[in-house]
């Protein structure tokens, strides 16, 4: 048996259970410790979270001792159109495959986890994992301070650091490939037709000019896509520093401890974990996570501070091409806010969270100069599609 809590330990895999055949006698076999006053008696369970494509439940599992413990079990979501999205882009493998196949081997603090059911035919899966404790979730609403951000630059380079220049060896993994010019292509005519949607959404949400950077975005996707060094980059640095990128780095997806023996940091909701650019999980996380003031005034020492962090890792870089690489991931917050909410489950609290993501993201690309280094590093000569 494992406990839940022994972030050393591999986790149990087995079938996809859901939340309700987690019973006192499915824990027990699970993670109970073979019987005696530490045999689990009871167990409740508490909806936790507000995902987007998943489902969270704490489960508060009582033994016979009368000692507690609580482990957090995850789901696939229960909206439909949710669902068949996470199928589709294969979030839900992604998922399961980093916490089974890389999460130990990295310096990012994320959860350990103790069982892990996935199914490849449906993509249904469950995970249990720890309850991180006591801690409160980030909200991208609220925003965060400076001294929160150097932590949160210090995770995404243990995140980084140990994948950097390990592309080829880690798309032997299944549920990870190489980034090419088609599978480019492929998603940025999915963003292109969802643009529409998104502008008339949110036309009474988010200032003209907010839109009108989306529209001027759109049909350039694909020099974006030159410029980061998928196809003719005129940036070969750029192709040979492809790392694991989070690609949803955002506060909604961190929990923050608040008292002694919880870390400061966890980085959790690893649906989005791809091959990519890791200055643009920076420039996400910033574009969005601090007010855009403080984020003119700290956002070159953060990206000094990551550039520090990677080259006291090993990693020998330029700062000047991580700085270039950070301009053009601020558009990723952007592109992101048009993508998820037009195929996931429409909240309340999802729309404000992308319709500030759009705007201030936009706010970023402008600040700083976008399209002038889109231009001079993938030169607008050809007839982009629209």
């Known amino acids: 048996m494992v406990h839940a809590m022994d972030p050393d330990s591999a986790a149990v895999t087995g079938p996809v259970v859901s939340a309700a055949e987690m019973d006192v006698g499915w824990f027990e076999r699970i993670l109970g410790s073979g019987g005696g006053d530490t045999r689990i008696v009871a167990v409740d369970a508490t909806p936790i979270g507000a995902g987007q494509v998943g489902e969270s439940i704490r489960f508060r599992l009582t033994r016979a001792d009368g000692s507690s413990t609580s482990i957090v079990g995850k789901f696939p979501s229960d909206n439909e159109q949710s669902f068949a999205t996470a199928q589709q882009m294969g979030i839900y493998a992604s998922e399961v495959g980093f916490y089974r196949d890389v999460a130990r081997g990295l310096d990012i603090r994320v959860p350990a986890v103790s069982y892990i059911g996935f199914d490849p035919a449906t993509t249904r899966f469950c995970l249990l994992m720890e309850d991180i404790s006591p801690a409160v979730p980030g909200d991208q609403l609220t925003g965060t301070d400076l001294a929160t951000a150097e932590r949160v630059i210090d995770q995404a380079v243990g995140l980084h650091a140990p994948t950097w220049g390990r592309a080829v060896e880690l798309a032997r993994l299944s549920w990870i490939s190489l980034p090419t010019v088609e599978s480019a292509a492929s998603h940025n005519r999915l963003i292109r037709s969802l643009f529409d949607r998104f502008a008339a959404r949110y036309r ?24 980061q060094g998928i196809g003719a980059s005129r940036e070969p640095e750029i192709s040979e520093a492809l790392c694991l990128a989070h690609q949803d780095f955002r506060l909604d997806n961190m929990l923050f401890g608040t008292g002694p023996g919880a870390p400061p940091v966890t980085v959790v909701d690893w649906q989005t974990c791809r091959l990519g650019s890791g200055p643009a999980d920076i420039a996400y996380f910033c574009g969005a996570g601090l007010d855009p003031d403080a984020r003119r005034a700290n956002e070159h ?41 037009q195929v996931v489950g429409a909240t309340e609290r999802g729309d404000a969270m992308f319709c500030l993501m759009a705007e201030r993201h936009a706010r970023q690309m402008r600040d700083l100069g976008f399209f002038d280094l889109l231009d001079q590093l993938a030169p607008d000569t050809t007839d982009w599609p629209e």
């Open 301 to 341: 020492h953060l990206v000094e501070r990551y550039v520090g962090g990677l080259t006291r890792s090993g990693i020998m870089v330029d700062a000047e091409v991580i700085r270039r690489r950070y301009v053009l991931g601020s558009a990723s917050g952007y592109l992101m806010a048009v993508l998820a909410s």
């Open 204 to 227: 009474h949400r988010l200032a003209a000019d907010d839109i009108e950077l989306g529209r001027e975005l759109m049909p350039r996707l694909d020099q974006l896509g030159a410029a």
